[in-house]
């Protein structure tokens, strides 16, 4: 169980749920963009303060307007960008077509949405804040990141015994 | 320069933010077919370095190799924007918000996160348990049981206008809303607030 065979297709890995559509494989110094493109998002996060457990708060208790505006206004930018690459069949950079792959109804996603909900307001952070809030020096984090882990790990455990 | 700096260091407004977020969606989409998600990251660690034989964990991580890079920019970024892009003042948090806050026992509202929770003191303190490996726990597993976070739902789910996606963004928001307005006060009162 330790060694899986490689896939004969990167299509749909059924196991993934982020599953690699690209048929161009990002070897070496290629993988740099995801890298600048991740310092670019954490120094958003840390300048509009959404790593901010206090904004996180603001937002639960309706007193704020500004993650809601953050959240909303980066919806519609993605609804327009998508249906941008649809309308005008847009490709990637190396001339794939974009594939977005659909996502299926489970149980899950109520159930554990609820209980990230919960996680969410108490440490004020998802999983993208986590590791901004660490590297802007909040150094005792990395507890919460390992915790997350270990969530995910128990998750992966468990995952056929849940209700799906 | 010096006005574009000074801008710079103040904090971003929402109608700048957001959709600088947004364009990550169609940016990891045209540079090779990613969609934008960030609790894979969590995922990709778990499958690469302690798999255990589960099959929710067996897959070749390494094709995943940009997801962690991704959130190890995330990682740089904040170093980056704290160290050298930081604003001179301190966080404004809303009034209402302060209040409501001043009254469970929080003290400190001078950072993005209060140092009277966010310590390495509180670690090994019933505070430390219910906000780090309690929350972190509830983060981790939660994502994961729901396949995906506020990136792979909220914004890259509902920007591909799939209601599985609304439908869990609803109940991040009901279990948020449920733990600050009902749960938070006896918790923070239970681990010594």
């Known amino acids: 169980m330790m060694k899986v065979a490689e896939k004969p297709t990167t299509i749909q890995d059924p196991h993934c749920e982020a599953p690699n559509l690209r048929k161009h494989e990002d070897k070496g110094l290629e993988l740099l963009k995801y890298l600048i493109l991740g310092v670019l998002f954490g120094i958003v996060f840390v300048k509009a303060e959404i790593i901010s457990w206090f904004r996180i708060q603001e937002m639960f208790r309706l007193q704020s307007f500004h993650m809601y505006g953050v959240i909303g206004s980066a919806v519609v930018t993605g609804i327009i960008s998508i249906q941008i690459i649809k309308r005008f069949n847009i490709k990637t950079i190396h001339g794939e077509t974009i594939n977005i792959p659909n996502k299926e109804f489970r149980k899950g996603q ?46 992966g455990k468990f995952a056929d015994k849940l209700p799906n | 320069m010096n006005q574009l700096m000074e801008w710079i260091t103040q904090p971003w407004p929402w109608y700048v933010a957001g959709p ?22 969590l995922r990709h660690v778990c499958a690469a370095c302690v798999p255990a034989g589960i099959p929710f964990f067996s897959y070749n991580w390494k094709k995943e190799m940009w997801n962690l890079l991704f959130v190890l920019g995330v990682l740089i970024g904040g170093f980056v924007a704290t160290n050298f892009l930081a604003n001179p003042d301190s966080i404004i948090v809303s009034e209402a918000t302060q209040a409501d806050l001043k009254a469970l026992g929080v003290t400190d509202f001078g950072n993005l996160l209060p140092a009277d929770i966010f310590s390495w003191e509180n670690l090994f303190t019933a505070k430390g348990l219910l906000f780090f490996v309690i929350g972190g726990f509830m983060v981790g597993f939660g994502t994961r049981y729901a396949g995906g976070c506020t990136s792979g739902h909220a914004i890259m789910g509902i920007s591909s206008l799939q209601w599985q996606s609304v439908l869990a963004t609803v109940f991040f928001m009901i279990g948020g809303f449920l733990m600050t307005h009902v749960l938070l006060e006896p918790l923070m009162k239970l681990v010594g607030f």
């Open chain 1, 110 to 155: 109520v159930i554990g949405g609820f209980i990230f909900g919960l996680g969410w307001a108490l440490t004020g952070a998802c999983p993208g804040p986590l590791f901004a809030q660490i590297g802007s020096g909040y150094t005792v984090i990395l507890v919460t990141l390992i915790s997350a882990l270990a969530g995910t790990w128990v998750y």
């Open chain 2, 20 to 41: 600088l977020i947004g364009l990550t969606v169609p940016a990891l989409l045209i540079l090779g077919n990613k969609t934008f998600g960030i609790s894979s990251s």
